[in-house]
């Protein structure tokens, strides 16, 4: 016996020894089986007490990407900024999650909430201190990130709740996390319940919930695809992309064409390659919009062009492959070179306009100064006051008219300024001081190059200008002097606008016609001035875009500083189309949610954000990747 009692040393072999022998000699055989039947049935119970192992990972397959989670509370209220909405992503689906993903919770009755990811979070699942050195030597020696630790939580925004009038309501014990799939109409309404907690999410996947949640019309013009963070939305359908279109039918309202629309972005965005699209679009053969007088008559379009660049149009792009073709041919997107494009070339002094990069027809024309009766501004380019203007519109241009007729010209006119005896008789009857007079005088001049040049007048083209189905181009890249350029564009475009509000107009071509204006550097034009032809331009245009649905009136507005577009004319725009933009007032003044404009400086070449709201949510968007007409020069 040692120091340790029982606990001495142990001879493994000693149950094999002598003295077991004689213990066996000395025990009966009965004696011998019933100690073998207990040591067994005390070896089979010590087994039975072992813990049996339990598998981590649950049975079954997964449905979704995680559940809705209370945690942290779940409530819907009317105040988004006290709703609280949070998912819990399993580790499997983390790497795919992106902020802005559409995610779906259906409810136990058939109804299913469509929301979008709003921020992504990882929580500790441990309360542990992981910012120390052991930690992070350990993460740095091994090539894999272990996510066991914590949890990945996803915030959710509700959109809308989608139902099925006809569909028959699901049972209250289906959990298998998919929508109601019936031959009834799906639809949408605004966010009224709370979904219950551990709802099983999953992506949105179908294009038909998708469109239904962000409210995008099935039919329309083509804008792009739908994007989250620069990446289209895949569904499983075929194609798998999801396009994006302007309504253009009466059944729900106006065609959205005659509400006006904004193509907002900076140099190198793809301004002009996407407007080159759109309007692609509107001058496809089957689109047609209806007459008072019942008649479908397609749409003109009149595209002031600043850069030269739309002319184009009238040409197939080279690169378009027939592959590509196929795929537009699917979707319904309109694709070509439109034949009946026509550049109607200013004539301005000795300046001349080469068309090389181009194969359109080209007719140059004139402003003929019968023009200024009904606008004088166009002969105001320097700013006139109040006291001016009036004794312009008032005095001068009624005296100049009844003397000279209607075909007086602008040289006849500026003679007629220069005669001294009419300066002296109007400023001692009091009509016009002399000082006034000559200021008007000053500011008329410097228009001899602008009215009245060798050129068939533009009053003698409507017909040939305005044509159903056919694209019209007023470049003035070859125009060297600005205040011309801006004469000529604001003079065209008031022919159009007057004829198309007149109630009885001069030109019937006009009025019967529907027709979209377009207007590259609307800035230029549209801009917020102290001067009163300025008042009366913004006055022109914004009546232009109250009326134009009632008058099939359409502006279509491409600028790179929406910030400079008066006001008055902004509020009326229906449709804003946002590509990559640098200036923060430029992104301040689109007036697009918080969360899409954060985006704006970063997006690449084609991404755009729209903003309509009688067509769909505010949706991020990718445009198609080549030009569906010829662009660019060689």
């Not at 119970?45 to 989670?69: A, K, L, M, Y």
């Not at 009091?430 to 190059?449: C, I, M, N, P, S």
Request: proline share 6%.
């Amino acid at each position: 016996m040692t120091d340790l009692g029982d606990f001495g040393e142990f001879d493994a072999d000693a149950d094999t020894g002598d003295g077991a022998d004689a213990d066996t000699a000395g025990s009966s055989p009965s004696s011998s089986a019933t100690e073998q039947a207990a040591s067994a049935s005390s070896t089979t119970s010590e087994q039975n007490d072992e813990f049996e192992p339990t598998p981590v990972e649950p049975s079954g397959d997964d449905v979704g990407i995680g559940t809705i989670c209370v945690s942290q509370g779940l409530r819907v209220a009317e105040d988004g900024d006290d709703t609280a909405l949070r998912a819990y992503v399993t580790r499997g689906n983390r790497s795919s999650i992106r902020i802005g993903s559409y995610l779906l919770a259906p409810y136990p009755d058939g109804e299913t909430l469509f929301c979008r990811i709003t921020g992504l979070e990882y929580a500790q699942q441990y309360h542990a201190d992981d910012a120390t050195e052991i930690h992070a030597r350990r993460a740095m020696r091994t090539d894999e990130i272990d996510e066991s630790d914590y949890k990945f939580v996803a915030e959710l925004e509700p959109v809308a709740i989608l139902y099925e009038d006809s569909a028959e309501p699901r049972s209250a014990d289906d959990s298998s996390g998919q929508s109601p799939r019936d031959d009834g109409e799906l639809k949408r309404r605004m966010t009224d319940r709370v979904p219950k907690p551990q709802t099983v999410i999953r992506q949105a996947d179908d294009t038909e919930e998708i469109k239904t949640g962000l409210k995008m019309p099935e039919d329309g013009v083509f804008l792009g695809h739908l994007s989250v963070g620069g990446e289209k939305v895949r569904t499983a359908a075929t194609p798998p992309t999801i396009d994006y279109r302007l309504k253009d039918d009466y059944d729900a309202g106006d065609p959205l064409v005659f509400r006006h629309s904004l193509i907002a972005g900076g140099t190198g965005s793809g301004k002009t390659h996407g407007a080159k699209n759109i309007l692609r679009q509107y001058l496809d053969e089957e689109r047609t919009y209806p007459m008072d007088d019942g008649r479908e008559v397609r749409p003109a379009v009149i595209q002031f062009d600043p850069q030269d660049e739309y002319s184009q149009m009238h040409d197939d792009n080279p690169d378009l492959d027939d592959e590509f073709a196929r795929r537009l041919e699917r979707e319904g997107i309109a694709y070509g070179g439109h034949e009946d494009t026509t550049a109607f070339v200013p004539k301005v002094g000795s300046a001349s306009y080469a068309a090389g990069h181009h194969r359109a027809e080209q007719v140059e024309f004139t402003i003929p100064f019968s023009m200024v009766y009904d606008n004088p501004w166009l002969v105001a380019g320097s700013g006139l006051n109040d006291n001016q203007y009036g004794a312009l519109v008032s005095v001068l241009l009624p005296r100049f008219r009844k003397q000279y007729g209607d075909g007086g010209t602008y040289e006849e006119f500026t003679t007629f300024l220069d005669d001294p005896a009419l300066r002296e008789e109007l400023d001692e009857s009091g009509r016009v001081h002399e000082a006034t007079f000559d200021a008007v005088r000053r500011r008329v001049l410097g228009f001899g190059h602008v009215f009245d040049q060798d050129a068939r007048p533009i009053t003698d083209l409507v017909h040939e200008f305005v044509r159903p189905g056919g694209l019209t181009v007023v470049p003035t890249y070859h125009i060297n002097d600005s205040r011309a350029t801006e004469a000529i564009v604001l003079a065209v475009s008031s022919l159009v606008i007057d004829q198309k509000l007149s109630n009885d107009p001069a030109y019937d071509r006009i009025k019967e016609t529907p027709l979209v204006l377009g207007m590259d550097e609307a800035h230029n034009f549209l801009t917020d001035a102290d001067s009163v032809q300025a008042g009366k331009v913004i006055n022109k245009f914004t009546e232009a875009a109250k009326q134009g649905r009632k008058e099939r009136l359409g502006l279509f507005l491409i600028t790179q500083d929406p910030q400079d577009i008066h006001d008055a004319v902004f509020k009326q725009i229906n449709t804003t189309v946002v590509l990559n933009l640098g200036d923060e007032d430029a992104i301040k003044s689109v007036n697009i949610p918080s969360n899409l404009e954060s985006k704006v400086p970063y997006m690449e070449k084609g991404q755009m954000v729209v903003y309509s709201p009688d067509n769909s949510e505010p949706v991020e968007l990718i445009g198609l990747p080549k030009c569906l007409t010829r662009h660019g020069r060689d």
